[in-house]
């Protein structure tokens, strides 16, 4: 048998990342033979580290912060998901060529909707934040069909340029932080408010009895975001574990033709986080 296939994730910083523990445990479930790495690249770096991995043999790539730009430009082909993201999370070599892909937005949704039984079609949605993890979500979100889909950030003119870049798409306009006007059927904090156990500056009335909140973000306890819905008498909560496995389920499959299965990471993973 010869060496196994190379994949790895490119970051900065990096060290935290779970990807290797996540896509370690694919492989075994699913029969695999593969290495994952993690690499720390820092800004201004990725092509030279891009150019690296692929002489080395490397098979695959996931893309965190601060890259996906970069892997955006440096893909030869894109999926639609990636293209009307605007960003890749996912490089796959295909023959001589890598294909960018973005699984961030459908790792979220299988997590809202398969995993925690959140209805997004015909709901009014807030979704905080303008930035990379906000339009990585953005299209997977309109394809749910909601009744409204607002995005909310502190910079209220990158709210409205990305809603405006999605108009054709679906109900989706842009607001400053502070005109998020609710209650919300389902709130989305695509900030990094939560890294730094902060909260965006919403309107108290953006959350009621009936709302779900999710912070793609997530720790080893409650983040921020959640305990702030909490105290507001949100339905329920969650953090983004499940969206950072599923996204990571999609690009193994992209990878090796197989989806794992997820249910049995995820609680592992969990348990993992709790410490």
């Known amino acids: 048998m010869g060496a196994p296939d190379r994949y790895a994730v490119f970051g900065h910083p990096v060290a935290h990342s779970r990807s290797p523990w996540i896509h370690a445990r694919f492989a075994a479930l699913t029969g695999q033979s593969l290495s994952y790495g993690a690499r720390d690249v820092p800004p201004g770096g990725f092509d030279a580290a891009l150019a690296e991995f692929l002489a080395e043999g490397g098979k695959g790539l996931n893309i965190t912060v601060p890259h996906k730009l970069a892997a955006f430009a440096a893909a030869e082909r894109l999926t639609p998901r990636a293209r009307r993201a605007g960003a890749v999370n996912t490089l796959a070599v295909q023959g001589a060529g890598l294909l960018g892909d973005n699984t961030d937005g459908a790792g979220l949704l299988r997590d809202l909707q398969d995993n925690l039984g959140v209805v997004v ?155």
């Open 121 to 275: 079609a015909a709901r009014r949605v807030l979704l905080i934040g303008a930035g990379g993890a906000a339009r990585g979500a953005l299209p997977a979100l309109l394809d749910a069909r909601p009744r409204e889909l607002l995005i909310a950030n502190r910079d209220a003119g990158k709210a409205v340029a990305l809603a405006t870049a999605f108009a054709a798409e679906g109900p989706v306009t842009g607001t400053g932080l502070e005109a998020a006007r609710g209650p919300f059927e389902l709130v989305i904090n695509a900030t990094s408010a939560s890294l730094s156990d902060a909260v965006p500056a919403l309107p108290g009335d953006a959350v009621g009895p009936a709302t779900f909140c999710y912070d793609m973000a997530y720790g080893s306890a409650p983040t921020a975001f959640m305990r702030w819905a909490t105290e507001r008498g949100a339905a329920g909560v969650a953090d983004g574990i499940g969206m950072l496995v599923e996204q990571a389920a999609e690009s193994f499959a992209l990878w090796r033709g197989v989806r794992p299965p997820t249910a049995q990471v995820l609680a592992a993973l969990r348990e993992l986080i709790a410490g």
